[in-house]
């Protein structure tokens, strides 16, 4: 099972998380349950050594995705220079996720909402381009901590629906403590696509997304270049991409003072994007800075 399909739970309590019952008896058995998960993403960075030592990504990074008929999915796991306190503190925060969505060049607005299933996250998605947010089509998340150990940390973020037919939206991040004040971090980006989304998607390739592609090489071309995989696994692998900078960004600026902070992300996610100009240039520096800076002000102001 995989941790998507834990929650948190109060010994001899039912609870019903992510669409799933779960008995607690014991306070031992779901610290059991966490050690397990916590040993298993250990596995991972051990069995993925020589992918985080040797890629093409310039840092200690592996990207999977999956296309089927169903959705998209896209993993990465990677090693951070942060250690696992800080990693815990900053993630496990809605209003913090807030902070991360918004440096994504498709969001628009962000605003962590409690209510009586617990806290949601409200977010609109849109253009790369500025726009009003009664223009960006919003999708709620439900922030769900699915384990917590001094050592492990789980978070999910689920939503049944998205825009334009898409359905069933699942990010998932989990870290475990590594040595020498790093942390091994495993992001999950996945969601379901109808008929009309399929449809929609295929349009946007043929014309605006036409020639873009993703990140796993897939063939050599006659003189020798790597050939990458396009179309919507292409798609799923840029913004998996996207959100993790995000994630590494917002961690990296909170050694920065307060007032600092936010420009000190802004920069840091467009420069990380640049790095991969192939797959994640969007605009230059100043329009992007521009955008985000009134989004950001539009966002602090409710």
């Known amino acids: 099972m995989t941790a998507e399909r834990y929650g948190r739970c109060r010994p001899g309590i039912l609870q019903c998380l992510a669409g799933f019952v779960l008995v607690c008896h014991v306070n031992s058995a779901w610290a059991g349950t966490e050690a397990a998960l916590a040993l298993a993403l250990q596995g991972q960075y051990t069995r993925l050594q020589t992918q985080l030592q040797h890629n093409a990504f310039g840092r200690p990074l592996v ?19 942060f250690p696992f306190a800080t990693v815990s503190t900053g993630m496990r925060s809605p209003g913090h996720w807030c902070e991360v969505m918004m440096l994504h060049i498709n969001t628009k607005y962000c605003r962590a909402v409690a209510g009586s299933t617990g806290t949601a996250l409200r977010v609109n998605i849109g253009k790369k381009t ?8 919003r999708v709620e998340l439900q922030y769900t901590e699915t384990a ?22 699942r990010i998932h991040l989990e870290a475990v403590e590594l040595p020498d004040n790093q942390s091994f971090l495993h992001f999950t980006y996945a969601y379901d696509v109808g008929l009309v989304s399929r449809l929609a998607m295929k349009t946007y390739l043929a014309t605006l997304g036409a020639g873009k592609v993703g990140f796993t090489q897939v063939g050599t ?10 179309g919507m696994r292409g798609v799923v692998e840029r913004n998996t991409m996207r959100y993790y900078l995000a994630i590494d960004s917002f961690l990296a600026s909170l050694g920065e003072p307060p007032a600092t902070q936010v420009e000190h992300r802004l920069n840091a996610w467009f420069d990380a994007v640049e790095r991969y100009p192939r797959q994640l240039h969007e605009v230059d520096r100043s329009d992007y800075l521009e955008m ?11």
């Open 148 to 169: 917590v150990t001094h050592a492990y940390f789980a978070i999910t973020l689920t939503a049944k629906d998205g825009p334009l037919d898409t359905s069933n939206y």
């Open 292 to 302: 985000k800076r009134a989004e950001v002000a539009r966002q602090q102001a409710g």
């Open 63 to 81: 990207l999977q995705s999956a296309e089927s008929a169903d959705g998209l999915s896209g993993d990465i796991y990677a090693v951070v220079a």
């Open 221 to 230: 071309s006659a003189n020798g270049q790597p050939v990458h995989v396009a």
């Open 130 to 137: 500025p726009q009003p947010i009664a223009a960006a089509p």
